[in-house]
Structure formats: structure tokens, C-alpha cells
């Protein structure tokens, strides 16, 4: 059997693995299930009579809104000893605290999936949640004080309430019981990993593979801990090593582009996408994935056809069209971008990002039909109040609108927040900014070269109105002459 945690994977590729088996041979064996014929699986006269304290029909019934819920794919625990059967014959037994994986969830009971591949449907009341599963194991380590795999599966119902700390202590048992199998000491590493003990992850997960050399869920661990410590290049390794084993996984493949995008290698990461997307073109988190970093690398236009191909794939995500918008203005196409900033707002009215960022388009735009500097207040202010008025670049965007609708005074009292708030390496320019403004200018990319301009298009202006003067002066002297 095998336990699939009903947490989320972590973004670096965390894996936990309680018993030996992988994620492919469970989807092998849910394939079989589809095919398979369908059986009841019914309590044991024993297991009936072994229920917890105050467990009857009465109260399940006035309790039914709080069964266990599970969906598909979820893994829930037996409460008690069941019997597979067709026809009065047993073909498979169920223990109490096996792990079972639900096929389909129905009104009153699951369809689950055994780890030999059996299916049937057991009552939602004789089965239990990973996270509501601890006592039952606590009673089966009090029946069995010396069986370890016991306290490794208690350690999933500790895991998936946050307390790590408790599973921790609960592998650390295990272990030192003698249940020394290779996923004991990679599941323990993602709890050390979890609590930021980061050498003792790298510790067993060197063991566990000094057990199953050929295990890939403590390689692709590691990986995940030196993406956390910064070690890009290990993670890299380690990334490869898995490939080397399942060549073209794409989930892998991704991870060792964003480890390539984290150590600023991004030819390589691009790669890594690319891979992924001769396989599958519409696999598109690595269509997003690629976009960003042609974002990065300044290549606009096919950063613009990378989103605009997520957007394909789903024109409900705002992201896309944020990402789509903000690159468009990068080549200038600010009429284009415009429309999808807004609908990157309308589908997500509390995106601070794509609010600044179009309040920064509606500000500073060179078209005059795109900018709009009320408007750009009103977005610059919807963004600062989601944030409380907090974030320096939803402040900076505000600034920027209120001194391009000639509110210099309200613009400098922001820009002034803005250079509190600024990080050191953009503290000079934020200064320089503010002096734009206290001079009744407005926002520029490059202050110092609009200062020049600035300048000399005053200097201009006054050589020219001298002129004027001079010119209107020796007109009226002509006139009074004659």
C-alpha cells in the first residue's frame, strides 16, 4: 500500500513516501481499477465489535455532515478489520489502519482502491482521513509497541495537522526500532527539511539512497533542499540524476528549468521548457514558465507569444494577461496593452500588480489616447488600499498619476513615503523622483536625462520669449518714430 499525502506538493518538488511504491505504479493500478469488477466490502463480525468508545448508527447519523469527506484520489484510513468478498468469499482483507485511495466519493460511502488493486465501496464511518487517522494508529503502536511501520504512518496524520515536530519524533521512533527501510529515512528528511533542519534532510536522504541507490524520491528531495539553501548547482545535479532514471519527465524537467532560472542560467532553463514542449505544446506551466523568462532575458515579442499562447489555453487566467500586457508596453504596443491589464483586473478585482501596473500605463503613457491620468489615480488607489497603502512600487505608481494630473503637492507627500519605503538600490532614483516633483515635473524613467531635456527646453523657451520681447519692443519703437 502507499500513502499519498493530501498536502500539496512544495513548490521545490517535496515527496513523501510512507510505503514503497511510486506515483506511477498507483496510477497503473487505478487504470486496473476502471476495468476491474466491482465488489462490497463489508465489516468483520470482530471488527464490528472493536469500534471507538461512543461510535453508533445514532450518532453517525446526527453527525453526517461531519463524515470524513475525501475526494477522488485522497487516501483515507481503515477504522477497523474489513473483508473483500464475492459471493461469501474472501478475496482480500482489509486491516485496521490500512491506507486505502478513493476511487469516487458517493452520498454515503467511497469507492476505494486496495493496494493489490481490489475495488469496492466501504461506509464513510469505517473509514477516517489521513488527518483524523492519529488515534487510530495510536492504538495499534499500544497493541504492537515494537512494529515501526506503525509510528510512520501515525507521522502522516501529525504531518498533515502541522506538526511536524511530531512526526519527527514519530520517524525518529520507528528508527530506532529497527524499521530502517529506505522511505523512512526520506520521509524524515522532509520533516527535518520542513523544520529547517536542512543538514539532517541531506543526511537521510544520503542514507536512503545508500539503501535503494536506484530511489528517486530522496534524489528529487535533495534537490528541493538545496533549491531552499540556495545551492542552485546541486539542485541542478540532482535534477539531472533523476533524469538520467526517467528521461523526459516533464514534472522533473520543470524543476530543473526553475533551478536554472534561480542560478541565472536562463538558456538553459528555456531549454528545459522546450523539452517540455516538443513533448506536449500545450503543457502550459511550461508555456508560463518559458514566458517569464523570456521576460527576463528582455526578448518581449516572444515573451508575447508565449503568453499569448497560455492565454489560448486558458482566457481565464489574469496572470497571463498581466504578463501579456506588461511585455506589450515593453515594445511600446500600449493600446494593446491596455485592454488586458483590464481584463486581467476584471477576472481578478484584487490583483495589486495588474492594477499598478496599469495605473502606471494610464500615467506615463506617450499615446494620448491610452493615458488617462484620473483614471490612473483611481487604479493606483485600489492597488495601495488592497496593501494598505504599504508596498513602495503601489505608492511610486500613485505618485506618478497624481503629478501627471498636476497634483504636485499630494505626489510629493507619496513620493516622499516611497523613499522610506524603498530598498537601498532604488533609494537614489526614488530621491531623484521627488525632486521631479517638488519642481512641479513630471514622473520620468530617467530623471537625470529628462532633467537635462527639461533644462534645456526651458533654456530654449526663455531665449525665445526674450526674443519675442526684444522683437515686440523694436516694433513699438518703429511705430512711435513714425
Same mark, same amino acid.
Given at each position: 500500500?502507499?500513502?499519498?499525502?493530501?498536502?500539496?506538493?512544495?513548490?521545490?518538488?517535496?515527496?513523501?513516501?510512507?510505503?514503497?511504491?511510486?506515483?506511477?505504479?498507483?496510477?497503473?493500478?487505478?487504470?486496473?481499477?476502471?476495468?476491474?469488477? &466491482?465488489?462490497?466490502?463489508?465489516?468483520?463480525?470482530?471488527?464490528?465489535?472493536?469500534?471507538?468508545? =461512543?461510535?453508533?448508527?445514532?450518532?453517525?447519523?446526527?453527525?453526517?455532515? =461531519?463524515?470524513?469527506?475525501?475526494?477522488?484520489?485522497?487516501?483515507?484510513?481503515?477504522?477497523?478489520?474489513?473483508?473483500?468478498?464475492?459471493?461469501?468469499?474472501?478475496?482480500?482483507?482489509?486491516?485496521?489502519?490500512?491506507?486505502?485511495t478513493v476511487v469516487e466519493e458517493r452520498e454515503d460511502d467511497y469507492v476505494i482502491l486496495t493496494h493489490d488493486g481490489s475495488t469496492g465501496a466501504v461506509d464513510k464511518d469505517t473509514v477516517a482521513k489521513i488527518a483524523e487517522s492519529g488515534q487510530i494508529y495510536t492504538e495499534l503502536i499500544e497493541a504492537h509497541p515494537e512494529e515501526g511501520r506503525y509510528y510512520t504512518l501515525r507521522a502522516s496524520?501529525?504531518?498533515?495537522?502541522?506538526?511536524?515536530?511530531?512526526?519527527?519524533?514519530? &520517524?525518529?521512533?520507528?528508527?530506532?526500532?529497527?524499521?530502517?527501510?529506505?522511505?523512512?529515512?526520506?520521509?524524515?528528511?522532509?520533516?527535518?527539511?520542513?523544520?529547517?533542519?536542512?543538514?539532517?534532510?541531506?543526511?537521510?536522504?544520503?542514507?536512503?539512497?545508500?539503501?535503494?541507490?536506484?530511489?528517486?524520491?530522496?534524489?528529487?528531495?535533495?534537490?528541493?533542499?538545496?533549491?531552499?539553501?540556495?545551492?542552485?548547482?546541486?539542485?541542478?545535479?540532482?535534477?539531472?540524476?533523476?533524469?538520467?532514471?526517467?528521461?523526459?519527465?516533464?514534472?522533473?524537467?520543470?524543476?530543473?528549468?526553475?533551478?536554472?532560472?534561480?542560478?541565472?542560467?536562463?538558456?538553459?532553463?528555456?531549454?528545459?521548457?522546450?523539452?517540455?514542449?516538443?513533448?506536449?505544446?500545450?503543457?502550459r506551466s511550461a508555456v508560463m514558465g518559458r514566458g517569464y523568462i523570456r521576460f527576463q532575458q528582455a526578448d518581449h515579442e516572444a515573451a508575447i507569444k508565449d503568453f499569448s499562447k497560455a492565454i489560448e489555453l486558458n482566457n481565464q487566467d489574469p496572470i497571463a494577461f498581466n504578463n501579456r500586457g506588461y511585455n506589450l508596453v515593453q515594445v511600446g504596443r500600449d493600446r494593446e496593452a491596455l485592454p488586458?491589464?483590464?481584463?486581467?483586473?476584471?477576472?481578478?478585482?484584487?490583483?495589486?500588480?495588474?492594477?499598478?501596473?496599469?495605473?502606471?500605463?494610464?500615467?506615463?503613457?506617450?499615446?494620448?489616447?491610452?493615458?488617462?491620468?484620473?483614471?490612473?489615480?483611481?487604479?493606483?488607489?485600489?492597488?495601495?488600499?488592497?496593501?494598505?497603502?504599504?508596498?513602495? =512600487?503601489?505608492?511610486?505608481?500613485?505618485?506618478?498619476?497624481?503629478?501627471?494630473?498636476?497634483?504636485?503637492?499630494?505626489?510629493?507627500?507619496?513620493?516622499?513615503?516611497?523613499?522610506?519605503?524603498?530598498?537601498?538600490?532604488?533609494?537614489?532614483?526614488?530621491?531623484?523622483?521627488?525632486?521631479?516633483?517638488?519642481?512641479?515635473?513630471? &514622473?520620468?524613467?530617467?530623471?537625470?536625462?529628462?532633467?537635462?531635456?527639461?533644462?534645456?527646453?526651458?533654456?530654449?523657451?526663455?531665449?525665445?520669449?526674450?526674443?519675442?520681447?526684444?522683437?515686440?519692443?523694436?516694433?513699438?519703437?518703429?511705430?512711435?518714430?513714425?
Amino acid at each position: 500500500m502507499a500513502i499519498f499525502t493530501d498536502k500539496p506538493l512544495r513548490q521545490s518538488g517535496y515527496l513523501i513516501v510512507i510505503r514503497n511504491i511510486d506515483f506511477d505504479q498507483r496510477c497503473a493500478a487505478r487504470c486496473f481499477v476502471l476495468a476491474a469488477m &466491482f465488489y462490497c466490502i463489508v465489516p468483520t463480525a470482530f471488527a464490528a465489535a472493536q469500534k471507538p468508545a =461512543g461510535h453508533s448508527q445514532a450518532a453517525g447519523q446526527s453527525q453526517a455532515a =461531519g463524515q470524513p469527506q475525501a475526494g477522488a484520489g485522497q487516501p483515507v484510513v481503515a477504522r477497523i478489520e474489513m473483508k473483500l468478498a464475492i459471493d461469501d468469499k474472501v478475496v482480500d482483507v482489509i486491516e485496521k489502519g490500512d491506507l486505502l485511495t478513493v476511487v469516487e466519493e458517493r452520498e454515503d460511502d467511497y469507492v476505494i482502491l486496495t493496494h493489490d488493486g481490489s475495488t469496492g465501496a466501504v461506509d464513510k464511518d469505517t473509514v477516517a482521513k489521513i488527518a483524523e487517522s492519529g488515534q487510530i494508529y495510536t492504538e495499534l503502536i499500544e497493541a504492537h509497541p515494537e512494529e515501526g511501520r506503525y509510528y510512520t504512518l501515525r507521522a502522516s496524520a501529525w504531518w498533515t495537522l502541522g506538526e511536524a515536530e511530531k512526526a519527527l519524533n514519530d &520517524f525518529d521512533k520507528a528508527i530506532e526500532l529497527g524499521y530502517k527501510e529506505a522511505h523512512a529515512y526520506t520521509s524524515r528528511g522532509l520533516f527535518h527539511a520542513e523544520m529547517g533542519e536542512f543538514d539532517k534532510a541531506i543526511e537521510d536522504y544520503n542514507r536512503a539512497l545508500e539503501i535503494e541507490p536506484d530511489s528517486i524520491a530522496p534524489i528529487i528531495n535533495r534537490a528541493a533542499v538545496r533549491m531552499s539553501q540556495r545551492e542552485y548547482q546541486k539542485a541542478i545535479e540532482d535534477y539531472s540524476l533523476v533524469l538520467a532514471m526517467k528521461e523526459n519527465s516533464s514534472s522533473i524537467l520543470h524543476q530543473r528549468a526553475i533551478a536554472y532560472k534561480a542560478s541565472g542560467d536562463y538558456e538553459n532553463a528555456v531549454k528545459d521548457f522546450d523539452a517540455i514542449l516538443d513533448a506536449n505544446p500545450d503543457d502550459r506551466s511550461a508555456v508560463m514558465g518559458r514566458g517569464y523568462i523570456r521576460f527576463q532575458q528582455a526578448d518581449h515579442e516572444a515573451a508575447i507569444k508565449d503568453f499569448s499562447k497560455a492565454i489560448e489555453l486558458n482566457n481565464q487566467d489574469p496572470i497571463a494577461f498581466n504578463n501579456r500586457g506588461y511585455n506589450l508596453v515593453q515594445v511600446g504596443r500600449d493600446r494593446e496593452a491596455l485592454p488586458d491589464y483590464e481584463k486581467a483586473i476584471k477576472l481578478a478585482p484584487k490583483y495589486a500588480l495588474a492594477l499598478q501596473n496599469q495605473a502606471w500605463l494610464l500615467a506615463i503613457s506617450e499615446d494620448d489616447d491610452v493615458r488617462n491620468p484620473e483614471l490612473a489615480i483611481k487604479s493606483a488607489k485600489a492597488a495601495c488600499e488592497l496593501s494598505n497603502y504599504t508596498v513602495a =512600487g503601489d505608492l511610486s505608481a500613485l505618485a506618478a498619476a497624481l503629478a501627471a494630473n498636476g497634483d504636485f503637492k499630494e505626489a510629493i507627500g507619496w513620493q516622499e513615503k516611497v523613499v522610506e519605503l524603498v530598498a537601498d538600490p532604488y533609494k537614489e532614483f526614488a530621491k531623484k523622483t521627488l525632486i521631479r516633483y517638488q519642481n512641479d515635473r513630471v &514622473f520620468a524613467s530617467d530623471p537625470d536625462k529628462a532633467n537635462a531635456e527639461d533644462d534645456a527646453a526651458a533654456v530654449a523657451a526663455e531665449k525665445l520669449k526674450k526674443a519675442a520681447e526684444k522683437s515686440d519692443a523694436a516694433a513699438e519703437d518703429s511705430d512711435a518714430s513714425n
